[in-house]
């Protein structure tokens, strides 16, 4: 497994649509334990393709914390559907790809996706709470969409301006 760089807005690349997974081969299989290790290591609870440069759908999530170890359940998914939604729910989040910026988001409350695991069967998944709002901000990126693009001009605009000073001053 390898660490990949994170790529941080305002990357353009970050904007990009990605195509779906013709199969979960080895190659994906790969992509998708390599993208879970740096989930980890960065640390999150979520991460999609596209934010480590790979415009396909794949996405890993995985909620549990570092005090509930034995509550680890990763979710390793390609070409995942919202097929049902419900009620709304706001919760703040953040990005590992727009680092120390958190905002609130209204949400869908309750989720059913189908997608294709690690194996390449297709499974379904209800979530509710930190699970479908870290589904959903993971799928918005597979559209080419952050969490920020859900916020006011104003508010967004300003995140990237901090964002883009930040990425000057390491340069």
């Known amino acids: ?21 013709s199969r979960v081969d080895g190659s994906i299989r790969q992509l998708m334990d390599d993208m879970l290790e ?3 290591a960065a640390p999150g609870v979520g991460l999609a393709a596209p934010q480590v440069g790979v415009l396909q759908q794949v996405i890993v ?14 979710l390793l998914l390609a070409n995942p ?4 939604r419900e009620g709304e729910l706001p919760w703040k989040e953040g990005c590992l790809s727009v680092p ?5 988001v209204v949400r869908s409350a309750v989720i059913k996706i ?6 390449n069967r297709t499974i379904y998944i209800e979530a509710t709470e930190l699970l479908a709002v870290c589904l959903q901000h993971e799928m ?9 693009d859900h916020l006011s001009r104003l ?9 883009k000073k930040a990425a000057e001053t390491k340069e």
């Open 1 to 21: 497994m390898a660490l990949l760089p994170i790529l941080i807005a305002p990357d353009k690349r970050l904007k990009q649509k990605s195509t779906p997974v």
């Open 38 to 40: 740096t989930m980890y």
């Open 61 to 74: 999530v995985d909620i549990g914390t570092e005090q509930d170890k034995h509550l680890h359940a990763p």
């Open 81 to 84: 559907e919202i097929i049902h």
């Open 100 to 104: 120390e910026h958190m905002a609130e």
């Open 114 to 119: 189908r997608a294709l695991d690690h194996n």
């Open 140 to 148: 918005d990126h597979l559209r080419g969409i952050l969490f920020i």
């Open 155 to 163: 508010k967004r605009t300003i995140i990237l301006q901090k964002l």
